[in-house]
C-alpha cells in the first residue's frame, strides 16, 4: 500500500517561507512523478508543482512560478516544496500526490490531477497578512 505523509505546514507571515516535505513508501519511489496541489477555503483543490521521477522536468501553477520550487531526494524517496514570499492567498491544505504511471516521459510533467493516483492526507498551511 503506497502511503505518503507530508509535514512542514504550519502559520506564517506574509513573505516569509515554508518547505513542505512528502515522505513515500509502499512503492519504487524514484520510477514515478510527484505533485503538490491544494485546496483553499471555499475552493477547489487546485495544482501547485510537480516534478518528474528523475528530477529532470518540472511544471509549476502559473500563481506561484518564481516563488516555489519543488524538488526531491530518491534516495530519501522524500519530495519538497520550497515555498517563498508567501502570500495570504497561498492558504490553504497542501497535498502531495503520487502519478500513477511510472517513468512518464519528463517533458510531459501532468498538472492533472486523474494522472494522480495516491494521496497524501494534506498539511495546513496559513499565511497572515
Known amino acids: 500500500q503506497v502511503q505518503l505523509v507530508e509535514s512542514g505546514g504550519g502559520l506564517v507571515q506574509a513573505g516569509g517561507s515554508l518547505r513542505l516535505s512528502c515522505a513515500a513508501s509502499?512503492?519504487?519511489?524514484?520510477?514515478?512523478?510527484m505533485g503538490w496541489f491544494r485546496r483553499a477555503p471555499g475552493k477547489e483543490r487546485e495544482f501547485v508543482a510537480a516534478i518528474s521521477w528523475n528530477g529532470g522536468g518540472t511544471r509549476y501553477a502559473d500563481v506561484v512560478k518564481g516563488r516555489f520550487t519543488i524538488s526531491r531526494d530518491n534516495a530519501k524517496n522524500t519530495v519538497y516544496l520550497q515555498m517563498n514570499n508567501l502570500k495570504p492567498e497561498d492558504t490553504a491544505v497542501y497535498y502531495c500526490?503520487?502519478?500513477?504511471?511510472?517513468?512518464?516521459?519528463?517533458?510531459?510533467?501532468?498538472?492533472?490531477?486523474?494522472?494522480?493516483?495516491?494521496w497524501g492526507q494534506g498539511t495546513q498551511v496559513t499565511v497572515s497578512s
Open positions: 500526490a503520487s502519478d500513477a504511471s511510472a517513468m512518464r516521459r519528463i517533458d510531459d510533467v501532468s498538472d492533472y490531477m486523474p494522472s494522480y493516483d495516491y
Open positions: 509502499g512503492r519504487t519511489f524514484s520510477m514515478y512523478g
